[in-house]
């Protein structure tokens, strides 16, 4: 989606703030003994007391209003019975549509206590995302948002899973331009139109370097095994650089 009014960027604001909010809310509820069916109950909640409606329930029918995944469990888990205990590493991804617009969010979360590379590779993940959101901008390529990742991720020792990319958003959850690589990918040529809508959203992990299929249809794997985090933000390519629609208020 290119945005070309105001009224557009207004609905897209709004859609934004309300992932944000429900991420933050999901984050702050999570604690040993809660399941992340308990988990999704909280984001289904506060998705509908806005009027918004889930974005991987509306699109694909996902089993679940959010995707919780767990551990080795890197995107895409299912809300379920697992209850979360201490030491986890949990994945919160949240999207969502209201009035014809789409938003998309996600942040990994520590269960207390775990080891110091686990709070660091928590705390370079968020670094990775906003290295990358700092390349976006109208007319700049959109390699450069891989290749700063990637630069990142390699000056600090990490592997990026290459299978899970960023993707446009905002009529639809998933739409043009797809597959935008948070790694080094020479084929890029594509260029940040103004308004252009789009995620970022890298998988920085400690050995990670693909997503692999589970035994449901939706859960996908760290491969090889290993802690991996995702942080995502949506955002538009404007004249002055990034405008991030996700954060909460």
């Not at 909640?45 to 995944?69: H, N, V």
């Not at 995302?129 to 700049?140: F, N």
């Not at 995620?199 to 991996?228: I, K, M, N, Q």
Request: with cysteine; net charge negative.
């Amino acid at each position: 989606m290119t945005i070309s009014n105001e009224d557009e960027l207004l609905k897209l604001k709004e859609i934004g703030r309300i992932v944000a909010n429900t991420l933050a809310a999901m984050g702050a509820a999570l604690e040993p003994g809660i399941t992340t069916a308990e988990l999704d109950a909280i984001g289904r909640r506060l998705l509908e007391r806005e009027g918004a409606r889930s974005a991987p329930e509306l699109c694909y029918d996902f089993p679940g209003a959010t995707c919780i995944s767990v551990n080795e469990e890197i995107a895409h888990g299912i809300p379920g019975q697992r209850r979360i205990e201490p030491g986890d590493l949990v994945n919160i991804d949240v999207s969502a549509e209201k009035d014809g617009f789409f938003s998309d969010t996600g942040a990994s979360f520590a269960v207390e206590p775990v080891s110091k590379a686990t709070q660091r590779l928590l705390r370079d993940g968020k670094r990775a995302m906003w290295t990358g959101i700092r390349q976006v901008g109208a007319g700049l390529p959109l390699a450069n948002i891989g290749n700063a990742i990637g630069e990142f991720a390699r000056k600090n020792r990490y592997t990026l899973v290459r299978n899970l990319a960023s993707h446009g958003v905002g009529r639809s959850l998933h739409e043009e331009p797809k597959e935008l690589a948070t790694w080094p990918d020479r084929s890029e040529r594509r260029k940040m139109q103004e308004g252009l809508v789009f995620t970022v959203e890298p998988f920085l992990s400690l050995g990670a370097e693909w997503a692999a299929d589970g035994d449901d249809p939706w859960t996908l794997f760290s491969e090889p095994r290993a802690p991996t985090v995702q942080y995502e933000h949506t955002v538009v390519a404007t004249r002055t650089g990034p405008l991030v629609l996700t954060l909460a208020a």
